[in-house]
């Protein structure tokens, strides 16, 4: 069970000024934010699981749900990685280092850790599906020793949308297998073409039972690298995946974000494959 | 507290009980007619009670007719329920302010409201039991939920008859109100048996004059509590239900029901227990003031899904889905309970009469392949 801060559990609505801190711009339509929150300069102000998301509210416009994508070991502030999807997210993108805006969280549960240590790990991810990943991969990094091969998976739709390419060479570095992919090749791309199950197929695996795979990414992404996963003779008990819906509470209150039983604000957005096999490949649900 | 012997009061006592509650800042709600139905509102007088009058529904309909006699809560339940006093349709969460540092969240201030519901049936009670697990049993609370659950005092009315609509048996949840409520009344031709469930029913009830209730009291009591039972003729069998919703997600049932709903929306606003919300900004566009305004939402509603600007739910059959598998399905595994009390209110407010017992009654009867 994920902590959840005593102040969110009596009210789930608490919501604090931050002020943005720095823009990086990563690419097309998506910049990384650091907020800092004007009531504290504290580190433990930022506490965070890997995985887990905060609401960001701009002021007469509305909230959105946006994961983490720091490093949870030295938090200098809340970091999010965002593209311009609707309208809250677009306001976000016209606000300037010193404007403030809401945070609420953290929310949600954050990737099974404590399942990974000692495990082949195969993280896979999607476009922005790297953003919730980077600080698991930050702390595989950090500890690469707990854990047995680790390979990274990035796919994009182009090279452009290769989320975070400085850092690949110093995950690499630390041990970590990275293999990028994209789905259509632009000059000078000289790396994999095609989806990302393609690599997870030919994944050179030993002890298949011991291996776990996380992923995030489009939705459709997700449900192949569960099934190309489970083919490969992983179980599904062993694949986590990072949903999304539409999240307005975050508390599981309000109703929106259901998937079958799950609230994937409060149950997720990190869930067992197996708990979502069910519902994930019905249609509208 | 429970083993009190039932008490019996004149009719015109209700009035003493009135006054008492709100003179201890009570506001007191109960049954009154507007616009041909009877309602929950804010009482002051036993006169606002819909004296001798009843409603006959079926699916698709609610009418108010004459009783032959002048009883006062001889009518089953209408489209209101009580949990627009627990969860109003609107609830201010948080006003921001603009300031010269930039903007400042102050959380809402919660509403001392001291709420005495008078008129709640067995099926209303469960549902605000259910409601108490929705909002108060997972690992955050609704604190504006909660402020106003713990002032709540509830005077319960046993049902002296049923509507056609009526399937509490089968929820197991009625027609005799057994716990969760401060007093419950039984009508009888002379006046009220009145149970005491709390210190605080006992304590108010001092208010009236009470009269120790002889065997024949007792007995015509009985014999109208009974009538409710014997009058409740719609059945829906529930050992199966979580699996079997969920193993007919593809159903073609749920397609034929599409055709017919209209997504109006009707069935979860009457319903007793759907909790579903969205958030909105209030911004008044003089000041630098904005207030964050929950408000009743149904996932009937298209942009109740919205993820990424399209609805995940972009037919109606889809949406009648959820909202069947959750009430009767998923809602188990979410808080331990059905999300269904039996009351029957989404069948007779469906403007097209859909009936969720038949509904499950279809899929039951011819499984998917």
Redesign the interface.
Same mark, same amino acid.
């Given at each position: 069970?994920t902590w959840?801060p005593p102040a969110?559990?009596?009210?789930?609505?608490?919501?604090?000024?931050a002020?943005i801190a720095d823009i990086v711009s990563e690419c097309d339509g998506i910049a990384t934010y650091r907020l800092c929150l004007?009531t504290s300069d504290n580190a433990s102000a930022y506490v965070f699981e890997p995985g887990q998301f905060n609401m960001l509210y701009v002021? /007469?416009?509305?909230?959105s749900a946006i994961s983490m994508s720091g490093d949870a070991h030295e938090p200098d502030g809340w970091i999010h990685t965002v593209r311009v999807? /609707?309208n809250v997210t677009r306001s976000l993108a016209q606000l300037e280092c010193g #404007?403030?805006? /809401?945070v609420r969280g953290p929310f949600g549960t954050g990737w099974p850790i404590p399942q990974l240590v000692g495990k082949n790990v195969v993280v896979v991810a999607g476009g922005l599906g790297l953003a919730p990943l980077r600080p698991l991969v930050y702390h595989l990094v950090r500890h690469r020793s707990q854990f047995q091969n680790v390979s990274l998976i990035v796919g994009a739709r182009t090279a452009a949308g290769l989320l975070y390419p400085t850092e690949y060479a110093n995950w690499t570095q630390a041990g970590i297998d990275v293999q990028l992919t994209v789905d259509r090749a632009t000059a000078g791309w000289n790396g994999n073409i095609g989806v990302v199950t393609a690599l997870l197929d030919r994944l050179k695996l030993n002890q298949i039972e011991r291996a776990s795979v996380v992923t995030c990414g489009p939705e459709v992404m997700m449900k192949y690298v569960g099934m190309s996963a489970m083919q490969r003779g992983i179980p599904a008990e062993q694949i986590w995946v990072s949903m999304?819906?539409?999240m #307005? =509470?975050a508390?599981?209150? =309000?109703?929106?974000c #259901?998937l /079958?039983?799950a609230?994937i604000c409060?149950d997720g957005p990190v869930l067992r494959y197996d708990r979502l096999q069910?519902?994930l490949f019905?249609?509208?649900? | 507290m429970t083993d009190r012997a039932a008490q019996f009061f004149r009719k015109a006592e209700l009035q003493a009980l009135i006054d008492e509650l709100r003179r201890r800042d009570y506001n007191v709600v109960g049954p009154s007619i507007d616009q041909e139905a009877i309602v929950y509102t804010e009482l002051t007088s036993v006169e606002q009670l819909p004296r001798g009058w009843t409603d006959e529904q079926a699916p698709g309909s609610y009418r108010l007719v004459r009783r032959d006699d002048d009883a006062w809560f001889g009518y089953v339940v209408g489209p209101h329920s009580w949990k627009k006093y627990l969860f109003p349709p609107r609830t201010k !969460?948080?006003t921001?302010q603009?300031t010269e540092? *930039?903007?400042?969240?102050l959380?809402?201030v919660l509403e001392n409201t001291k709420t005495a519901m008078l008129g709640v049936r067995a099926c209303e009670l469960a549902a605000i039991a259910v409601q108490d697990r929705?909002?108060l049993g997972?690992? &955050?609370?609704? $604190?504006d939920y909660e402020s106003r659950r713990k002032s709540l005092f509830l005077i319960a009315v046993n049902c002296t008859q049923a509507a056609s609509t009526c399937f509490c048996t089968s929820m197991n949840t009625g027609p005799r109100c057994k716990s969760g409520f401060d007093l419950a009344l039984t009508e009888i031709e002379s006046g009220f048996l009145c149970e005491i469930g709390s210190d605080a029913g006992w304590d108010v009830l001092s208010a009236c004059e009470l009269q120790t209730a002889t065997a024949e009291d007792l007995n015509e009591a009985e014999s109208q509590r009974q009538r409710a039972v014997e009058m409740i003729e719609r059945q829906m069998r529930t050992d199966d239900l979580p699996q079997l919703l !969920?193993d007919n997600?593809?159903h073609p049932n749920w397609k034929a029901v599409g055709e017919r709903c209209l997504s109006c929306t009707n069935c979860t606003m009457v319903c007793p227990t759907c909790?579903? @919300?969205?958030?909105s900004?209030v911004?008044d566009l003089t000041t630098d003031q904005?207030d +964050?305004e929950?408000t009743w939402?149904s996932?009937f509603n298209p942009e109740? @899904? &919205?993820? *990424? *600007?399209t609805p995940? $739910?972009?037919?109606t059959s889809?949406r009648y +889905?959820?909202w069947l598998t959750?009430k009767l399905?998923?809602w188990h595994?979410?808080f331990g309970t059905s999300g269904c009390v039996g009351c029957g209110r989404c069948i007779t407010w469906c403007p097209v009469g859909i009936d969720l017992t038949a509904e499950v009654a279809a899929m039951r009867e011819a499984p998917a392949p």
């Open positions: 069970m959840i969110l559990a009596v009210n789930p609505w608490l919501t604090h000024t002020r004007d002021p /007469g416009v509305g909230e999807a /609707g #404007q403030t805006l /809401g999304e819906r539409n #307005q =509470c508390a599981g209150l =309000c109703g929106h #259901q /079958g039983p609230f409060k069910p519902y019905v249609e509208s649900l | !969460l948080l921001v603009k540092q *930039g903007w400042s969240f959380p809402a929705v909002f997972g690992p &955050y609370k609704d $604190r !969920l997600l593809n909790f579903c @919300s969205s958030v900004e911004r904005i +964050r929950r939402d996932c109740f @899904s &919205y993820l *990424g *600007g995940v $739910r972009n037919d889809a +889905r959820q959750h399905g998923s595994e979410q």
